[in-house]
T-cell receptor, first 115, second 115 residues
Framework: GAVVSQHPSWVICKSGTSVKIECRSL??????MFWYRQFPKQSLMLMAT?????????EQGVEKDKFLINHASLTLSTLTVTSAHPEDSSFYIC???????????FGPGTRLTVT | KNQVEQSPQSLIILEGKNCTLQ??????????LRWYKQDTGRGPVSLTI?????NTKSNGRYTATLDADTKQSSLHITASQLSDSASYIC??????????????FGAGTRLAVHP
């Protein structure tokens, strides 16, 4: 149980375009979802925390207008990278927190390459 | 400053051998400590979770220890297998604050198991 999926698993887009990444909790309800970014050989860095039905809370240094997060339901959160640049190329990982447990379950990640 | 430090950064061992990975942390307030395994290009998978009162926890060939007084943890892997090659990340959960636990990630130890 407690499976989180991400779609797509990898994406290549051109500079200046936008790309949307979906994060779904398949068998549990996630009142809180988290978005992380991971550069090569580095650990995960929290970008933002989103609660279902409310605005996301962004970490310091993360541009909220560039990384749009929508958490419309208890099983789905989306991250949209707007006007992508090559420096946005990274591995994006989401996690869902099982309500009442404080346990986070991670998705398999999405590899974004901006050319 | 809330930090999680891991050592060594990388480690190479022969198949069948044992190894121990170290984690020191300065995180407050402390909720729990987790060890995750992350295969290249994949999301982290939980190995163990320990609360303040737990000294040791096992999951198959993985055994984690926690000394809350010295704020140190270790992950011992016995009879290593080629499939153990991955990054092992120590994560300390801070909180709860604002209704959820914030995870503080270590940089990870990259383990390579050679035949």
């Amino acid at each position: 149980g407690a499976v989180v999926s991400q779609h797509p698993s990898w994406v290549i887009c051109k500079s200046g375009t936008s790309v949307k990444i979906e994060c779904r909790s398949l068998d549990f309800q996630a009142t809180t979802m988290f978005w992380y970014r991971q550069f090569p050989k580095q650990s995960l860095m929290l970008m933002a925390t989103s609660n279902e039905g409310s605005k996301a809370t962004y970490e310091q240094g993360v541009e909220k207008d560039k990384f749009l997060i929508n958490h419309a339901s208890l099983t789905l959160s989306t991250l949209t990278v707007t006007s992508a640049h090559p420096e946005d190329s990274s591995f994006y990982i989401c996690s869902g927190e099982l309500a009442g447990s404080y346990e986070q379950y991670f998705g398999p990640g999405t590899r974004l390459t901006v050319t | 400053k809330n930090q999680v430090e891991q050592s060594p950064q990388s480690l190479i061992i022969l198949e069948g051998k044992n190894c121990t990975l170290q984690c020191n942390y300065t995180v407050s307030p402390f909720s729990n400590l987790r060890w995750y395994k992350q295969d290249t290009g994949r999301g982290p998978v939980s190995l163990t979770i320990m609360t303040f009162s737990e000294n040791t926890k096992s999951n198959g060939r993985y055994t984690a220890t926690l000394d809350a007084d010295t704020k140190q943890s270790s992950l011992h892997i016995t009879a290593s297998q080629l499939s153990d090659s991955a990054s092992y990340i120590c994560v300390v959960s801070q909180g709860p604050a604002g209704g959820y636990n914030k995870l503080i990630f270590g940089a990870g130890t990259r383990l390579a198991v050679h035949p």
